[in-house]
DNA sequence: GCTACCTCGGCAATCGGTTGGCAAACACGC
DNA sequence: GCGTGTTTGCCAACCGATTGCCGAGGTAGC
């Protein structure tokens, strides 16, 4: 596996530095200031002056140092954006939306996860703060009062959670869960379960919370059962309550418990939809693997990230956004539903 | 969807500066200087000195600013990490490797991905370049060359790849194409194809060379298809190009695109396994969601994250790591094959 | 020809750390 | 009492930008 000569490497003292404004200043006899004005303060200089700086500054090959420039300005052109699990596929879309618009604003964006853990996250998030701008918190598992504070120190923007004084964006899980209940009403469902995620996820309260309205106000009898992981074995694990539970559909936390359900479920011989309809949340990436195919409740993730990174950015011009309203979930019905048994 | 009144949240203005080590000596009665080398020169001190500092410190909550730190010791304490697409689940357990280690070792991670194309790869490269202590290059599209231009500025490893020169971590893909031909072969399969990856990527040039050596050694047939993108779409829309190879195998560049090919087949009404056995590689998230479910080659993901990261930071330490031997991949056997027809 | 104003570019301070060199203070041996 | 050596902490320069202020020179108005 030697794919080349070590000698051959350029050893960290081989690298030449890059290149300055004090380089580009002697090159073309004006000083360091007159530089930094040509390449930031566009119009500042004479036209000329400007031209002649900024033609030496790309022959040089010039890059900005963000680290330098931070120093004065205090803006490190970063963002910092704290997801509960990496590796759940729901964050996929997130990402890529928050990515595209900081990438367009020329902001570049520290992904980090806190593995379901509320000490990782708060001394993760403690340590974003030093080298971002501002932090965007997606389903953040911390207190009120964590986030405050966090909140007092650097702009902040928390997603899929509400917290008094902090700025927010989240989805609006209504009209989703309103269309899901619906047809599994007109199915002839009457009795549901709500397989419930994490305590300390907001998300998973406002689900449960509607879902129960919702569920209450058709007649339709629904029960909340505990999971332990809003993942795939958390899903499996909760085969045997669900199974006990006497009800004819599942509405789950998200499509992870959803898709452990299910194979539970197959592995089990529990026929679905036949004896049991599952509905998920999120429609992440593989929702539609199965047989059957996992309806779902689809969330706005893109959006969520654009605009969450959008919001940031205006709390961190010190502009103060308006709330917007929430952005609407979405029913997507797929084959693991059918008429109640 | 106002959360509080506006006029109570922290102005950028309002929020205090954080403290600085010229607090710690003001507070203390020495220099910064010496406060400096109280934090992070244990033993220079006087223990006793050491001490009260380290406890005004910590009393103030001070937190080292990382952008001062960069500026005279051109560390910045980051590691860039690029992918070829964020959106493809083959990463996740990469990143969480490789984030694992980096966590350990008190670095921070910048992930960005270059969405499949070398254009906004080599732009991202050099743009993260600036920031960062050192860059992994995850499955690159770059040119050989272009690759070393970019380890000439600064400490870089590629993943997935082999460059002249530059440090490497990468699989082994023989032993899982090795036992997914001897099952195929046991199986009674005698034409296979390999359905291709992108041109610009090493490993699909590995696989295919791999796969088509150990077919021609054991007397198999062997065709290559090509197919637009390495995604589901991708692997859907080469259906009609397998169908009309007349196979009764194929090998697939990767999950996405065997999962897609598998999805496109369900729905044309050929039996998979019956009809045509499919095997993909690295073993995603989701691989085991279809019926059938996906026989796969795995991926050393994990390690190749954790190792890369590794490596990269000797390389920063200006060591010369020893090129160490290939993470071995390995055959998931599930319900996609069976005996050809 | 004089004042008033504007344009253009440089000086120097600043951000928050790090670090080489030095000097003060002290201990020790003789 | 003096030379030598060691410990300990400070001074000041530096990293690479940004920016307030100032002065030189040009232009215009009267």
Redesign the interface.
């Known amino acids: 596996?030697?794919?080349?000569d070590?000698a051959?490497?350029?050893?960290?003292?081989d690298?030449k530095a890059?290149p300055t404004i004090y380089d580009i200043a002697r090159l073309t006899g004006v000083s360091p200031s007159t530089v930094s004005r040509a390449l930031n303060k566009p119009g500042r200089l004479n036209a000329q002056t400007e031209r002649r700086i900024r033609d030496a500054a790309s022959e040089l090959g010039y890059?900005?140092?963000?680290?330098?420039r931070?120093?004065p300005t205090g803006k490190?052109g970063?963002l910092g954006l704290l997801v509960s699990d990496?590796?759940n596929?729901v964050y996929?879309?997130l990402?890529?939306g928050a990515?595209r618009v900081a990438f367009e604003t020329g902001m570049?964006?520290?992904?980090?996860?806190s593995q379901e853990s509320p000490e990782l996250e708060r001394a993760t998030a403690?340590?974003?703060?030093?080298?971002v701008d501002g932090l965007l918190l997606v389903g953040s598992r911390l207190e009120d009062q964590q986030i405050q504070e966090l909140?007092?120190?650097?702009?902040l923007v928390v997603v899929n959670r509400?917290?008094?004084?902090?700025?927010?964006v989240i989805p609006d899980v209504r009209p989703g869960i309103t269309t899901a209940l619906e047809q599994l009403r007109e199915a002839g469902h009457r009795r549901i379960a709500y397989l419930a995620g994490p305590e300390a996820s907001w998300l998973n309260g406002q689900r449960w919370q509607t879902a129960f309205a919702t569920a209450v106000e058709w007649d339709m009898s629904i029960v909340e059962i505990k999971s332990n992981a809003p993942t795939r074995e958390g899903g499996a694990e909760a085969f045997g309550r669900v199974k006990a539970a006497d009800v004819t559909a599942v509405l789950a936390y998200n499509d992870l418990v959803a898709?452990g359900l299910l194979?539970e479920c197959r592995d089990h011989g529990v026929d679905v939809p036949g004896r049991l309809s599952i509905v998920g949340f999120d429609d992440i990436?593989?929702a539609d693997?199965?047989?059957p195919a996992l309806s779902t409740i689809r969330m706005p993730l893109t959006s969520l990230g654009e605009k969450g990174i959008r919001r940031l950015l205006t709390e961190?011009e010190?502009g103060?956004s308006e709330?917007?309203?929430?952005l609407p979930t979405e029913f997507v019905g797929r084959e693991s539903i059918a008429k109640a048994a």
């Not at 596996?1 to 080349?4: D, R």
């Not at 890059?63 to 330098?68: H, K, L, Q, S």
């Open positions: 596996m030697e794919q080349s070590a051959t490497r350029p050893r960290n003292g690298r890059p890059r900005i140092n963000p680290m330098a931070a120093l490190t970063t990496i590796t596929p996929f879309d990402v890529r990515e570049t964006i520290v992904l980090a996860d403690e340590r974003l703060q030093t080298s909140y007092s120190v650097k702009p509400l917290v008094e004084g902090i700025p927010a898709l194979r990436f593989g693997l199965p047989t961190i010190g103060r709330d917007e309203s929430a």
